[in-house]
Each structure stands twice: as structure tokens, then as C-alpha cells.
């Protein structure tokens, strides 16, 4: 009952917007309603007719009646259109709004959430549960609130005119209707199971394509294979099963359909026969009771529907209903601070990624406005983390992160976004085009200046090279080499002009003439030309020559800080952790 209540007001919040459609929706449904239940009456006066006139009877009226008839058949279906039309975009419309609202309600929830769940899973839930509702919204109102509709005014009609066979098909509506209700629990949960098992087989897809390089490597086609015959075996049978125990709906409305139908029958003949029904109105009970089948039989498919509906509809609430665990902070009102370089500070940080061991543990480190930090370690060390940190992708369990003595806990999301910079080895690129790409979509920045930065960069002669300049698209594919990859993000990050850059470096791997770009892109990055302070930026070290850029050194081993302090004094003395890996070529600290 909590969870019906819970989907109704969730319901509710999303078809408030669209009111005046409804409401143009409810008119042609009405004046549908109104057409549809004008036929039968017109067949009816017009056999009436024709019976009582006898072999002589005047034509003319005849003729008018069939024209009527006639013209109610086509004001039918086209206000019948007129809903069809009006009830997709109602459909569409609203869904796409609950789109947006869980793609962004997704990117607001932080990166614990996200690591805990297969890029599959959620596209399951934000496309496909989504997909599975707008059919819902689009045929629910028309064929369930329209049959409904149907149904009512078709017992009213038979009411006023003969209250026996009114009320005996209105007995036989009631309990249809209580055994199609008694019988949509029957369903209950199948659909669930059937979204849940679409959500672990395009999460599981999705991995495998995403590494498909090293499985063909690695001849792990066959492992492949044996993962993925469970979840296509789980996909056949709740899906069967689903449509088994959904069939029953629709089996009971047709059965009970043909007992309403049969008990017209039984009543007109009786009625005729004392001679207190007409031949036409018998007629019309007839055809009112095969019109009775359509908004019956529909229900019984609707509600098998609506099953499939309501499962992705708790799967939607179920996803709206995480809350990220960092909350967003009031704001620092670093309006003027944003393009300055900040001091950084890392306060007796600890941290832990869920419940396993702490990956950082008790590290301090101090940078003063326009130092940049070489940051060292091994593999697992720390040294990523720290960067996740300053970003606010995640919250130390101990300690604080601050800028300019601010904790970033008291930033908003924006505010910190706009003070810090990131280039990393793996760079994302879209299917869109180079000018989005390099902007990120903000549309603010001109082109010129994106010509001149490409420019500054080197990649002046690349982007003169693209048979369409800016507007050229790139795949998320590739279509980039590693170094115009990293270039690109040199570019974001000086469109950004942040005074805090974080520099995951570029590995050896790079040809020595992208090398040397990438360098002076650095150098660029680093001391701006326009005699600014140069930025505040941490360097995640793999190289010596990088090493020397810094002005401080911090050295991380096994999650705590093993050394930090200005480069020049640690290279002078000879006893220091970074003198001796000077010496040893930087190995020991990074393998």
C-alpha cells in the first residue's frame, strides 16, 4: 500500500505540468465517447423504421439515418485520432521530463554510488524503465480511462432505455471488474524481476564490450560466453513466466466477455418475445454488448501493462530516492578568488573507500598560492585519491581539505568546479563535435578563442587539417591519437582558466615530438603569459623531468606521507627518500 501510494504521488508530480493537455485529452475522449455511443442508436431507429413502414416505407428518412450513421462513424475516428495524438505526447512528454530529472539527479549523486553500479544498470534504469513507462502513460488514459469512459456510458444508454438488461449488465460490469481486479495481483513482482534481469544483462554487455580488446587478447571469448548464458537463461524465464501469469488477464476478460454477451442475447430474446422490446433494440443490446468487449478486453491488457509499468515506476522512485552523501555546501563566495591561485592544504586526512582498509591515513601537506607539488608514489599509494578529495568526489573520513583556508565542504559543487582544473592520461572524448568537445558544451566561448589556444597548444596544424575545422566530429571511439587526446584536455583546462590545476602526467608512451608538445603545453598551463601569478597546480609525477618543474615534493608509501618538503632542499640532501630516488631514476617509488 506505502509503495501504490508512494508511485501515485510520484505520478501526480509528473502529469501536473501537462493539466491543460489532459484536460484537451478528457474533450476528445468525451465528445469519442459521445460519437461512438450515437451508432447504435442510429441502427436501432433506423431498423425500428424500416420494420414499422413495411414494404412501402418512405426512403427519405432511411437515407438520413444511414448519413447519420454514417457521419458519426467518422466523427469517431477522427476524435479518436485526435486522442491517439494527444495522449503520446502526453506519453512522451512527460516522460522525457522524468529523463532529464534522473540523469541529473544521477550526476548529483556522488562517486560511491556510481562505483557501486555498472554504467549498464543505470542506463537500464534512466532509458529502459523510462521507455517501458511511456508506453504506459501513452495507452493507459486512451484505451483504460477511454474504455472506462466507454463502459460507463454505455450501461447509462441501456439504463434509460430497457432498466432490465441495464442492470444486469451493470451486474455483470461489477463483477468483471472485481475479478479483473482479483487477478492483477497474479502478476504482481514478475515485471520487476524481468527489469531487473534487462539491468544485469546491459550491465554485463556493456563490461564485456567496454574490454573487449583484452578478451580477444586473452582468448577470453569462451569465459564470456559462460557469463553470459545464466543472465540470458534469467531473461527467457521471467520473462514466460511474466507473460504466463499476464495472460491470465487477458483470458479472463475475453471469458467473461462472452458471458456478457451470451446473457444479452438470452434477455433481448425474452424482452422481444413479450413483446416489450423492439427488433431494433434488441439490436442495439447486441451491439452495445460486443461494444462492451473492447473496453473489457483492453482493461485485461492494460492491466497486464500496467504490471510491466509499475515495476519500472518503483525501480525510477527507487533510484530518485538515493541520496548522494555529500551534500553540497552553502557557498565560500569565491566570485573573486576564482581565477587566482589558491592555497591547498590537506589537513590529517584519512580515508577509506567503503568499509575496506584506509587508503590514506593521518597525510598533511601545505601548498602556498602558485607552488606546484610533485606528488609521488607506488601504485596504490594515494596519490589519485588525493585528487578525488580536493574535487569533492569524496569526503575524508578524518581531517579536511581546504583552499585559501576555506574547507571545500563549505563550497558549492559550482563555486569548486570553477577553481580547479583536471588533465588526465585517459581523456573522455564524445560524439560530438570538436568545438563541443574542446568547450564542453558551453556554448559562451567564441571561437576565436578556441582557434588560438589550439594554436598555442600545436594543435593549429591538426585542426587546419579537419575537413570541417570545428565543427568536425570526433567519436567516443577514438579518432584521436593519445597525445592530440591529452592536448585536447590541455585545451578544456585553459578554456577553464582555473588557478588550480591537478596533472595526472602523461606516461612514457607518448612519440618523442607529442612529447615534446605536451610539454610545452605544460609550460604554458603552469606560468600564464598575461603576468599573472602562475597557477597552483599538483602534479601526479611519472617522469624526472616533470619532478623538476616542482617546487615542492610530496612522497606517499602505503596510504601515509613518507616524505614532504621544498625540491631544492630535499635534492641537496643526500639522506632524503627523493635524493635517492633521483639517483635510482624514480623506480622505486612508482612501480
Known amino acids: 500500500m506505502h509503495r501504490s501510494r508512494a508511485d501515485a504521488l510520484m505520478l501526480k508530480a509528473y502529469l501536473?505540468?501537462?493539466?491543460?493537455?489532459?484536460a484537451l485529452l478528457a474533450l476528445f475522449l468525451a465528445t469519442g465517447t459521445g460519437a461512438q455511443l450515437a451508432s447504435p442508436m442510429i441502427v436501432r431507429q433506423f431498423i425500428d423504421t424500416a420494420v414499422s413502414g413495411g414494404p412501402d416505407a418512405?426512403?427519405?428518412?432511411?437515407?438520413?439515418?444511414?448519413?447519420?450513421?454514417i457521419g458519426a462513424a467518422i466523427a469517431a475516428q477522427l476524435l479518436q485520432i485526435g486522442a491517439t495524438y494527444h495522449s503520446e505526447q502526453l506519453g512522451?512528454?512527460?516522460?522525457?521530463?522524468?529523463?532529464?530529472?534522473?540523469a541529473r539527479h544521477c550526476l548529483s549523486l556522488d562517486m560511491a554510488f556510481h562505483t557501486a553500479r555498472s554504467p549498464g544498470e543505470l542506463i537500464e534504469r534512466v532509458d529502459g524503465d523510462v521507455a517501458a513507462l511511456a508506453a504506459f502513460f501513452s495507452q493507459f488514459i486512451l484505451q483504460i480511462v477511454g474504455g472506462g469512459l466507454l463502459l460507463v456510458g454505455i450501461l447509462v444508454t441501456l439504463w434509460l432505455h430497457e432498466p432490465l438488461v441495464g442492470a444486469a449488465l451493470t451486474a455483470f460490469a461489477i463483477v468483471a471488474g472485481l475479478v479483473l481486479h482479483r487477478i492483477r495481483t497474479l502478476a504482481s513482482g514478475r515485471f520487476e524481476r524481468v527489469?531487473?534481469?534487462f539491468s544485469e544483462f546491459s550491465a554485463f554487455l556493456e563490461e564485456r564490450i567496454l574490454g573487449l580488446d583484452d578478451i580477444r587478447a586473452n582468448g577470453g571469448g569462451g569465459h564470456v560466453m559462460a557469463g553470459l548464458q545464466p543472465r540470458l537463461t534469467e531473461l527467457v524465464a521471467s520473462n514466460v513466466q511474466a507473460a504466463r501469469r499476464g495472460h491470465w488477464i487477458f483470458m479472463a476478460a475475453s471469458g467473461l466477455f462472452s458471458i456478457g454477451f451470451g446473457l444479452t442475447l438470452a434477455l433481448g430474446i425474452l424482452l422481444f418475445q413479450r413483446g416489450e422490446a423492439t427488433l431494433g433494440s434488441v439490436f442495439m443490446f447486441m451491439q452495445f454488448a460486443g461494444m462492451m468487449a473492447v473496453p473489457l478486453v483492453t482493461i485485461g491488457q492494460q492491466l497486464q501493462q500496467f504490471q510491466a509499468a509499475s515495476a519500472s515506476l518503483t525501480r525510477i522512485r527507487e533510484l530518485l530516492d538515493f541520496k548522494s552523501t555529500l551534500l553540497d555546501g552553502p557557498g565560500a563566495d569565491w566570485t573573486r578568488e576564482q581565477g587566482a591561485p589558491p592555497q591547498?592544504?590537506?589537513?590529517?586526512?584519512?580515508?577509506?573507500?567503503g568499509d575496506n582498509a584506509p587508503i590514506l591515513q593521518d597525510v598533511t601537506i601545505n601548498l602556498d598560492r602558485g607552488e606546484v607539488l610533485g606528488l609521488l608514489g607506488r601504485t596504490g599509494s594515494g596519490k589519485t585519491t588525493l585528487g578525488r578529495l580536493l574535487f569533492r568526489l569524496y569526503d575524508p573520513q578524518d581531517g579536511r581539505v581546504t583552499l585559501d583556508g576555506v574547507d571545500i565542504r563549505q563550497a558549492s559543487r559550482v563555486?569548486?568546479?570553477a577553481r580547479i582544473g583536471l588533465v588526465t592520461q585517459d581523456v573522455q572524448l564524445f560524439d560530438a563535435t570538436i568545438r563541443e568537445n574542446a568547450t564542453l558544451f558551453d556554448r559562451s566561448i567564441p571561437d576565436a578563442r578556441l582557434i588560438e589556444v589550439f594554436h598555442d597548444l600545436g594543435l593549429g596544424p591538426w585542426l587546419e587539417a579537419q575537413p570541417e575545422g570545428l565543427d568536425t566530429r570526433l567519436t567516443s571511439a577514438g579518432g584521436l591519437s593519445a597525445g592530440e587526446a591529452q592536448l585536447l584536455a590541455f585545451a578544456r583546462v585553459f578554456l577553464k582558466d582555473p588557478g588550480l590545476v591537478i596533472l595526472d602526467e602523461a606516461s612514457s608512451r607518448l612519440d618523442p615530438t607529442t612529447d615534446r608538445l605536451i610539454e610545452l603545453a605544460l609550460d604554458r598551463l603552469l606560468k600564464p603569459r598575461d603576468g599573472r601569478l602562475p597557477r597552483t597546480t599538483i602534479i601526479i609525477a611519472h617522469k624526472l623531468s616533470t619532478v623538476h618543474r616542482a617546487d615542492r615534493v610530496a612522497i606517499l608509501d602505503g596510504g601515509r606521507l613518507l616524505e614532504t618538503g621544498r625540491r631544492t632542499e630535499l635534492e641537496a640532501d643526500p639522506s632524503s627518500v627523493f635524493a635517492g630516488l633521483l639517483r635510482t631514476g624514480l623506480t622505486e617509488v612508482t612501480a
Do not use: K
Not at 16 to 22: F, G, I, L, T
Not at 92 to 102: F, K, Q
Not at 344 to 353: K, L, N, Q, W
Open 58 to 69: 418512405p426512403l427519405a428518412p432511411l437515407y438520413w439515418l444511414a448519413a447519420l450513421m
Open 195 to 197: 527489469r531487473q534481469a
Open 92 to 102: 512522451w512528454s512527460t516522460t522525457n521530463r522524468m529523463r532529464g530529472d534522473l
Open 16 to 22: 501536473r505540468p501537462e493539466a491543460a493537455r489532459m
Open 415 to 417: 563555486e569548486l568546479s
Open 344 to 353: 591547498v592544504g590537506f589537513d590529517r586526512i584519512t580515508f577509506a573507500y
